[in-house]
């Protein structure tokens, strides 16, 4: 089964957790501190799979974590990092945060690998605060959350040449008398509903990649008829041929179909609309083929267009219609990227944090510091929740609360966790 769309939800490993501990050998009565940090979390890594071609896995496992870090040990042992979690994907995928909708990666080649989120950093353990004003603490660090994002797979097929053109005018037929693939032939629309690849061997070494891209419609480029999962197909080929069936026998004139056709490739990406395009006038195997062929061929070749006139039933021309892709791709420079005009931005720092009130009146403070810092503190310790009212103070949380209107006993809500605020 060809499935190339997926949602899938990844978490990398947390970190370990700091140790807390202290040095207790005979004849040794004041060892001190000697608590180890936690290992870093395991990252998750998509890669790019050359033994892959659908993103079918993903539609029965849509939930990734990597390894936890271990935690830190006495004597100023280190915990164990946590194993990196590697995710394969078929070459081609492309990758974008559901949530901000940023591409995060396009994995095209076979071996490409993105880190698409990161393990947290292993807490510190109780001998990393020693000061010489402090010189045995007794709290130390919880692990660091790792990152936890859901993702939008989206593969788009890496093939040479595509085959484009209305439903049932014989691109089926001719990727079939052309490579080994087999898809599925029959005399009603639509009979293809996934892309199909297959190899075009021209011998010597020469082949290339050849996809029966499904049948485009009128407003296929306004999604009608599965239009934009068939035409993000077409995006990375570098070659089209354009099949027209100029027997006529489905009612529709060639030359329309041919333009229609065309103004859907050019409203989906202006990009596709300048790639080469040669026309293959199928079915000149029929009678009434043969008689339209001269007036087709004579338009087209008016705008510019080579026709090749060929029979997927019999064979007839496909060799020459393959040759001359094969030495399109060949003479194939790729089209450099378009920028209107150049953009400078200036970096604006996030606000540190923010507060809002929920709905039972709770003061709920958000951001990213201050949420890593509750994350990490263990708050049945009292030197690591003096630690945390530092850190709360030096952020300008307790001056932002009195300008909001906190009161003496009032809900102040962090990550989950909940503090009774007193001045």
């Known amino acids: 089964m060809f499935i190339d769309k997926a949602k899938i939800v990844i978490k990398a490993g947390s970190g370990g957790d700091g140790m807390s501990s202290f040095r207790r050998e005979k004849y040794v009565p004041k060892g001190g501190p000697d608590g180890g940090d936690g290992g870093r979390g395991g990252d998750v890594i998509l890669i790019a799979d050359a033994n892959l071609n659908t993103l079918l896995d993903f539609r029965y496992k849509k939930k990734f974590a990597a390894e936890r870090g271990g935690n830190g040990h006495t004597n100023n042992k280190q915990g164990a990092d946590g194993n990196d979690l590697y995710i394969k994907v078929p070459p081609g995928t492309l990758v974008r945060d559901l949530l901000t909708g940023e591409i995060i990666g396009d994995l095209t080649e076979p071996g490409q690998q993105i880190t698409a989120a990161k393990g947290g950093r292993g807490g510190r353990g109780n001998a990393r605060f020693v000061s010489s004003v402090h010189r045995a603490p007794t709290f130390a660090e919880k692990g660091e959350p790792g990152e936890e994002r859901e993702l939008a797979l989206e593969l788009k097929l890496l093939a040479d040449v595509g085959l484009v053109g209305y439903p049932s005018v014989g691109k089926s037929s001719i990727i079939s008398r052309v490579s080994a693939a087999k898809p599925e032939i029959a005399a009603y629309h639509f009979t293809t509903l996934t892309p199909v690849l297959g190899v075009v061997s021209l011998g010597a070494g020469h082949s290339f990649v050849l996809a029966d891209i499904?049948?485009?419609?009128?407003?296929?480029?306004?999604?009608?008829?599965?239009?934009?999962?068939?035409?993000?197909?077409?995006?990375?080929?570098?070659?089209?041929?354009?099949?027209?069936?100029?027997?006529?026998?489905?009612?529709?004139?060639?030359?329309?179909?041919?333009?229609?056709?065309?103004?859907?490739?050019?409203?989906?990406?202006?990009?596709?609309?300048?790639?080469?395009?040669?026309?293959?006038?199928?079915?000149?195997?029929?009678?009434?083929?043969?008689?339209?062929?001269?007036?087709?061929?004579?338009?087209?070749?008016?705008?510019?267009?080579?026709?090749?006139?060929?029979?997927?039933?019999?064979?007839?021309?496909?060799?020459?219609?393959?040759?001359?892709?094969?030495?399109?791709?060949?003479?194939?420079?790729?089209?450099?990227?378009?920028?209107?005009?150049?953009?400078?931005?200036?970096?604006?720092?996030?606000?540190?944090?923010?507060?809002?009130?929920?709905?039972?009146?709770?003061?709920?403070?958000?951001?990213?510091?201050?949420?890593?810092?509750?994350?990490?503190?263990?708050?049945?310790?009292d030197e690591a929740l003096r630690r945390f009212q530092l850190a709360w103070r030096r952020l300008g949380i307790e001056d932002a609360l009195k300008e909001r209107g906190i009161r003496e006993g009032d809900t102040v809500r962090i990550r989950g966790v909940e503090f009774e605020y007193k001045p």
């Open 214 to 381: 499904p049948g485009l419609i009128e407003g296929a480029h306004e999604g009608k008829g599965l239009g934009h999962d068939f035409l993000r197909h077409v995006e990375r080929t570098k070659v089209i041929i354009h099949v027209l069936d100029v027997s006529g026998l489905e009612g529709r004139d060639p030359i329309d179909d041919y333009h229609k056709i065309n103004y859907e490739l050019l409203r989906y990406n202006e990009r596709l609309a300048r790639r080469p395009q040669i026309v293959a006038a199928n079915k000149m195997d029929l009678p009434e083929a043969r008689e339209n062929y001269a007036r087709v061929a004579a338009l087209l070749q008016e705008q510019g267009r080579e026709v090749y006139p060929v029979s997927a039933a019999t064979g007839e021309g496909l060799n020459e219609l393959m040759q001359r892709a094969a030495q399109l791709l060949a003479e194939y420079k790729e089209e450099p990227e378009e920028i209107d005009e150049v953009a400078v931005f200036r970096a604006e720092l996030p606000e540190p944090f923010t507060i809002k009130r929920d709905d039972d009146g709770a003061y709920v403070v958000e951001g990213k510091e201050i949420e890593k810092i509750v994350a990490m503190t263990h708050f049945d310790n």
